[in-house]
DNA sequence: CGTCCCTTTGGC
DNA sequence: GCCAAAGGGACG
């Protein structure tokens, strides 16, 4: 719950178009806030990022869905919230499956690719949860990760191979793709680094609302306390947050490996480990409260 | 089922 | 034409 928010009112309809798209960068907000305000007046912990007690302002979903928004496709853009059978467009005369493209809004762009940002795989409930805040379908949503993934995959492909040479490539790896995001991530949401880690206290709460990307991680110092009280037992593992992800290892491995290169795990360092500590592996009391000391550090 | 990968198709 | 939303096959 770091980041104040600062104007409850979120997401000008108009983020920056496409990167190709000439519209200026709109600078309407401050960098930060607005994304908070997307969430789901839900009570469970669910789109992660910031905590926000803020009740959110169902003025959201208005946005999305009928935001004046420029790109919204004149014709397709169904937002069925739920699954959008294929296509069934008018089907006169001809039973050919037209393929309808729907042209996703600004918004839903804006909000899509900030979660990209932070999260290249979405579990099947991320995703369903997202599905409804944008107002797409769960396929939609799945479709667009899946895209994301192949685009920035080629992305990647394509700049390694061209400054292969030069040094520079050792630019943190992760945020090198999201750079491309930051036009309109400066007029829409908030950037994808986020301050939260430091002096934060983890408890279930905050823990299952926290989005664990590959920034997050590295920028975790994780000290002997935070890991091994950790201890990631059985609890911990199948905790909510956990077991909401379907982590399989190629998920896993890509999780950490955003666009860039290789990414580097969290380091742990191990200092003196007060016994005393580490046995009372309770559960998941462990987990419910304790603290992390980080010190800020590059990555 | 989800993902990867390639292809098709439609907006712009 | 380019790009991105989908379709579809292969694979696990």
């Known amino acids: 719950m770091s980041v104040a928010l600062a104007s409850p009112q979120s997401l000008p309809e108009a983020c920056d178009p496409d990167s190709r798209d000439s519209s200026p960068i709109s600078t309407v907000l401050g960098t930060e806030e607005n994304y908070t305000s997307l969430q789901m007046p839900s009570t469970e912990p669910f789109y992660s990022e910031t905590v926000s007690p803020s009740p959110l302002p169902s003025s959201m979903d208005v946005l999305i869905q009928d935001s ?12 069925a919230p739920v699954e959008n059978s294929p296509v069934k467009n008018e089907g006169k005369g001809q ?25 290249r795989y979405l579990s099947l409930q991320q995703m369903q949860e997202l599905s409804e805040v944008l107002n797409l379908s769960y396929k939609q949503v799945k479709t667009w990760f899946q895209n994301q993934r192949m685009k920035c995959k080629r992305w990647q492909k394509n700049t390694n191979w061209s400054k292969n040479n030069n040094a520079v490539t050792q630019v943190s790896a992760p945020t090198e793709y999201l ?7 400066q007029g829409c949401l908030p950037s994808g680094n986020f301050p ?7 408890n279930s709460q905050t823990w299952s609302n926290q ?22 037992n059985s609890q911990a ?3 909510q947050t956990w077991n909401n992800q379907s982590w399989n290892s190629q998920a896993w491995n890509n999780q950490f490996q955003n666009c860039g290169e290789e990414f580097q795990l969290p380091q742990i360092q191990f200092q003196q ?7 009372a592996s309770q559960p998941v009391d462990l987990f419910l409260n304790y603290s992390v000391n980080i010190q800020p550090e590059d990555v």
Do not use: G
Not at 68 to 79: A, G, L, R, Y
Not at 95 to 119: A, G, Y
Not at 179 to 185: A, S
Not at 196 to 202: C, D, G, I
């Open 237 to 239: 593992w199948s905790s």
């Open 68 to 79: 004046p928004d420029s790109s919204t496709s004149p014709k397709v853009k169904e937002p």
């Open 196 to 202: 939260m880690w430091s002096n934060q206290t983890w």
């Open 179 to 185: 750079d491309l995001y930051t036009p309109y991530h």
């Open 211 to 232: 989005t664990w990307n590959s920034q997050a991680w590295s920028n975790q110092t994780w000290n002997s306390q935070a890991w091994s009280s950790q201890t990631w």
């Open 95 to 119: 039973e050919k499956k037209q393929k309808v493209r729907t042209v996703f809004t600004q918004t839903q762009l804006c909000i899509l690719k900030d979660r990209f940002q932070k999260q």
């Open 273 to 279: 480990n007060s016994a005393s500590d580490l046995e």
